[in-house]
């Protein structure tokens, strides 16, 4: 028998792994497979398509094509079956790119590591490890164990069904009494810490407790661990990171509390002795200190056990009117704060970060610093101070280490955001220069994908534009009425240049004063983020819902005595449910009296805006403004939507190249709000919106530390409005405190408007 010379044999023989000779003399080989997608990978590699002649001759499908006259017969390439040349009929070659392919865009072509299988096998076990398990007594055993604390069960008298849980470390001690298996009582004690942590003790017990009670509606087959379980780890990473007599960790969070409790009261108290501030409710100031100042240092509060200090609240300008909507916003409204614990110092992380400290002594017990003669600065400053530092002795599981000596504890302060913010990748950095300890970012993400996710498969590329359009309802009240209309607004977010980002969870630093030095920073995204989401965000979470009143005519009396008089009338109506001319019942908000612009320029925060306060007369207007300015998206012809002039001169002219998403339908009478986000030096928004009959408003504004807002530009107030009806001379600034107030673009839309124009 003769050998076969090479390249004779067909495809099925090269990849079946037998000689020619098996071939032969064997069983047939099996035909290839293909797919539709086997064609766009011949067309795609270098080497084209590796089938034989008589594989195509062979092929049914091919057969059927030539038959047809198809552009596929000139190919060589097969199909195993008629459905997949039926599939495969009408896609063209040329047509076929990554992004027409959908999901392919984001696929990894590659082997698979072991790097990759370790990657897979971690988020496997972190979507595991989510499940804490269920409220019982070997569940709790089983999460002491695995926080490495000691457990043991105290039996009670023969015959009763209590048994309670003890669990200790070096400085913790928790007691967990039950009754057939249902969690009854539980005690929490710090036996080895001194009375500034104690004090601290029932109420972090309490927390404690409700996390493991049964509440109404609960089973006990279906109760979780998991709210316990993360603020037990608190304090268990605590207990495992102190050493017995030399340093505990309680007493440091405490120390720091301590601190910051008097720099807060301080504060609160230099707001209450400041005369423009005067006749302000005591609510009012304690949000004032919270959101400009120092923030509210809280320990064991808003379900969290530990340390918390509060720096921003959402609405912090428009306190509740009354004790009941108070108790709602404390459980309802976002609050934005950072958690204080200690964690392993990370040698490569925290390169400028300083080990923990014990002391009650960061800052002066007079707090303010002593006025030095011939200094300019004449506001009062803080007077920080600097602990020594606490010395540990060697730690004896490391070999070499006793012959050191007494050390720095290997310990830092850590911070924890609650919830995560997103910021900026300048700002990160500015934090890493200020001493914070975070990693060095990486720019695989914008600032705008962040906020709004692409949907999963979606493509995404951070360096190209990107579109977000979102049509909302706003509500409003005609003057002099007392139904509650709504009006729709259609808004879109450009964003041209990348903003790249990052979600700030985790840091560690060295004193107090890093934190404090970084809450304007955080407040002005923190304020940026809350303007985003209410404007292109589905309105999910509560409102404010104050008991229904009613409404008598004369509370909508157009006389007006002073700004001040008119405004807290204003200010003080509460709405009550009249269907809109669409039959939509909006719901009745609270209305503040504690805003502190006056009456002619200053709308409510409900998503309300009630017309007419400072006397204008105009109140209807067109769906859609002419281009009176050349730097608006907004269009002269409501069934054009195509029709788009950038915001910005350097903006892209083609806007097929924009990323967009839609997060609602559009809607053909909404009004048009464009909204350009850049971020520079700090965040911009340019927005461009209908005004008068005939022109379009465009407003710059800037947001500052503290989420502040200064206006830029603007070509809203001129001469023809600059006065109100009541005689009262508008400012610019207060377009910026408007939006501070309502922290809604389309409200703040609305109110311009309507009482400007």
């Known amino acids: 028998m003769t050998t076969p010379t090479p390249m004779k044999h067909t495809l099925s023989q090269q990849g079946s792994g037998r000689t020619p000779s098996q071939t032969q003399h064997g069983a047939a080989a099996t035909p290839p497979v293909s797919t539709p997608f086997s064609m766009a990978h011949a067309a795609l590699s270098p080497h084209g398509s590796r089938l034989s ?30 459905s997949a040349a039926a599939a495969f009929s009408n896609l063209q070659l040329s047509d076929l790119d990554f992004k027409s392919l959908g999901g392919l ?3 990894q072509v590659g082997r698979n590591t072991e790097d990759e299988k370790a990657k897979r096998l971690d988020e496997v076990i972190s979507i595991l490890s989510q499940n804490r398990g269920y409220v019982s007594e070997a569940g709790l055993e089983r999460l002491a164990q695995k926080l490495e604390l000691d457990c043991m069960w105290d039996e009670h008298m023969a015959g009763e069904s209590k048994r309670t849980l003890i669990i200790a470390g070096s400085a913790l001690e928790l007691l967990i009494g039950f009754t057939d298996n249902i969690v009854q009582s539980l005690t929490l004690a710090f036996p080895e810490s001194s009375e500034s942590v104690n004090k601290h003790a029932e109420d972090a017990g309490k927390i404690l407790l409700e996390n493991l009670k049964l509440q109404p509606g609960q089973s006990p087959l279906t109760k979780q661990l998991d709210k316990f379980s993360v603020n037990f780890e608190r304090l268990a990473i605590l207990d495992k990171l102190s050493i017995a007599s030399v340093l505990n960790l309680y007493e440091a969070i405490a120390g720091v509390f301590d601190s910051l409790s008097r720099l807060h009261q301080w ?14 409710t005591d609510e009012y100031l304690r949000n004032i200190v919270l959101c400009n100042r120092s923030g509210t240092p809280a320990m064991n509060a808003r379900g969290k056990v530990g340390m918390r200090i509060d720096y921003w609240k ?14 709602h916003v404390e459980k309802q409204e976002k609050i934005w704060g950072i958690l204080v614990g200690c964690a392993p110092i990370n040698r490569n992380l925290d390169v400028n970060v300083h080990p923990v400290r014990v002391s009650n002594h960061w800052i002066s017990e007079n707090v303010e610093l002593p006025h030095i003669p011939g200094d300019l600065q004449t506001s009062p400053m803080v007077h920080w101070l600097e602990p020594e530092d606490t010395i540990v002795p060697p730690d004896p599981e490391k070999a070499g280490d006793s012959l050191l000596g007494p050390r720095l504890p290997s310990v830092t302060f850590s911070a924890t955001f609650d919830p995560p913010i997103h910021i900026s990748f300048g700002l990160w950095e500015q934090l890493r220069s200020m001493g914070i300890g975070i990693p060095a970012m990486d720019v695989s993400k914008s600032f705008d994908n962040l906020v709004f996710p692409i949907a999963p498969g979606g493509y995404y590329d951070p360096t190209e534009p990107r579109e977000i359009h979102h049509t909302k309802g706003i509500t409003y009240q005609l003057p002099g009425s007392p139904a509650w209309l709504s009006r729709k607004h259609a808004n879109s977010l450009y964003i041209y240049k990348p903003v790249y980002g990052k979600t700030l969870t985790e840091a560690s630093f060295s004193h107090p004063q890093h934190l404090i030095a970084m809450l304007p920073y955080l407040r002005q995204y923190a304020f940026l983020s809350t303007l985003l989401e209410n404007s292109f965000k589905e309105d999910t979470g509560p409102k404010r819902t104050p008991p229904q009143t009613t409404i008598h005519p004369d509370s909508f009396s157009t006389k007006t005595s002073t700004n001040r008089d008119e405004f807290n009338r204003f200010m003080s109506l509460s709405p009550t449910l009249v269907k809109s001319p669409s039959d939509e019942a909006p719901t009745p908000m609270d209305i503040s009296t504690s805003i502190s612009i006056d009456a002619s320029s200053q709308p409510n925060h409900s998503g309300t805006v009630p017309m007419s306060i400072d006397g204008a007369s105009q109140h209807i207007f ?9 730097t608006s998206h907004l269009s002269n012809n409501n069934n054009n939507q195509n029709q788009q002039v950038p915001l910005t001169s350097g903006g892209p002219n083609n806007h097929s190249a924009l990323t967009h998403t839609f ?20 965040p911009r928004l340019q927005i ?12 710059v504004l800037e947001i500052r530390e503290n989420g502040q807002v200064h206006v830029e530009s603007q070509n809203v107030l001129d001469e023809r409005n600059s006065v109100a009806p009541n005689g009262r001379e508008r400012r610019v600034e207060d377009l910026g ?18 009482r400007w124009a």
């Open 53 to 82: 002649p008589q594989a195509v001759k062979k092929s049914p499908a091919i057969s059927a094509a030539a038959l047809l006259n198809h552009p596929t017969s000139t190919s060589a390439v097969s199909f195993d079956s008629p």
């Open 105 to 107: 865009a984001g696929l």
């Open 267 to 280: 504060e609160l108290q230099k707001v209450r002795e400041d005369a423009s501030l005067a006749g302000r």
């Open 314 to 327: 959402n609405k912090h300008l428009q306190p509740p009117a009354n004790p009941q909507m108070a108790a």
């Open 622 to 630: 067109p769906s859609q403004a002419a281009h009176s300015q050349p």
């Open 663 to 682: 997060t609602s339908g559009p809607d053909p009478e909404a009004i048009k709000i464009d909204i350009n986000l850049t971020m520079v030096h700090a």
């Open 688 to 699: 461009a919106f209908p005004f008068r009959a005939s022109e379009t408003a465009i407003v």
């Open 737 to 754: 405190k408007m939006l501070e107030t309502v922290e809604d673009i389309g409200k703040w839309v609305e109110f311009v408007r309507t």
